[in-house]
């Protein structure tokens, strides 16, 4: 199985804040990243799929990107809305994959 | 999109099995990727498998391997995620998921 390791465990931030969250998988490669957010009690929510397309819906604050094995979540201004925990997760068309260990984004 | 509606909450003995439900509505069962995913207290989330109805093979995670079946009907639009040999640090919520879509998840408690 491919491993995702995602950092920060925890990012402490305000708002207005940039904040960046990032994956890196432990090899190269075919499939895509998904970015979700959680709120307690709540299932996950799409962010981003296919490592940068927004779903439709998600504010334009959000957006990802991907440099080889290195998948990037950016916040661009942290709004009171946005804490919360943060996964990345790899899949392909005809499966699911690994997430990463997930970010708790706090207020500072 | 497809919405996922699944099972309700169920306590179970250690070493017993559970089967979670999770059905589909709204668009095409049978060419999507679903996923079952764990969600234990407190804990991040833990790709457990998938299934391509229209495939019909399942892929399993290496932990899960031996443990976890799943399937899928397509005449009623259900997937299914059965585990078996049950133990407490399986007490956790199990959702199914396409990428876009998420079930309301399932709480599983294990306990004697």
């Known amino acids: 199985d491919i491993q995702m390791t995602q950092s920060p465990s925890t990012l402490s931030a305000s708002v207005g804040d940039r904040v960046t969250i990032t994956c890196r998988a432990s090899?190269?490669?075919?499939?895509?990243v998904a970015w979700y957010q959680q709120k307690p009690g709540k299932a996950p929510n799409l962010l981003i799929y296919?490592?940068?397309t927004l779903e439709t819906g998600v504010p334009s604050r959000f957006s990802g990107s991907a440099s080889g094995t290195e998948f990037t979540l950016t916040i661009s201004s942290l709004q009171p809305d946005d804490f919360a925990t943060y996964y990345c997760?790899?899949?392909?068309?005809?499966?699911?994959?690994?997430f990463g260990q997930g970010t708790k984004v706090e207020i500072k | 999109q497809v919405q996922l509606v699944q099972s309700g909450a169920e306590v179970k003995k250690p070493g017993s099995s559970v089967k979670v439900s999770c059905k589909a509505s709204?668009?095409?069962?049978?060419?999507?990727?679903i996923s079952w995913v764990r969600q234990a207290p407190r804990q991040g989330l833990e790709w457990m498998g998938g299934?391509?109805?229209?495939?019909?093979?399942?892929i399993y995670a290496q932990k899960f391997q031996g443990r976890v079946t799943i399937t899928a009907d397509k005449s009623t639009s259900t997937a299914y995620m059965e585990l078996s040999s049950l133990r407490s640090e399986d007490t956790a919520v199990f959702y199914c998921?396409?990428?876009?879509?998420w079930g309301q998840g399932t709480l599983v408690t294990v306990s004697s």
């Open positions: 998921a396409t990428v876009h879509n």
């Open positions: 709204g668009g095409t069962f049978s060419n999507y990727a």
């Open positions: 299934i391509v109805p229209i495939f019909g093979t399942p």
């Open positions: 090899q190269t490669m075919s499939s895509w």
């Open positions: 296919k490592a940068s």
């Open positions: 997760q790899q899949y392909t068309s005809y499966s699911g994959g690994t």
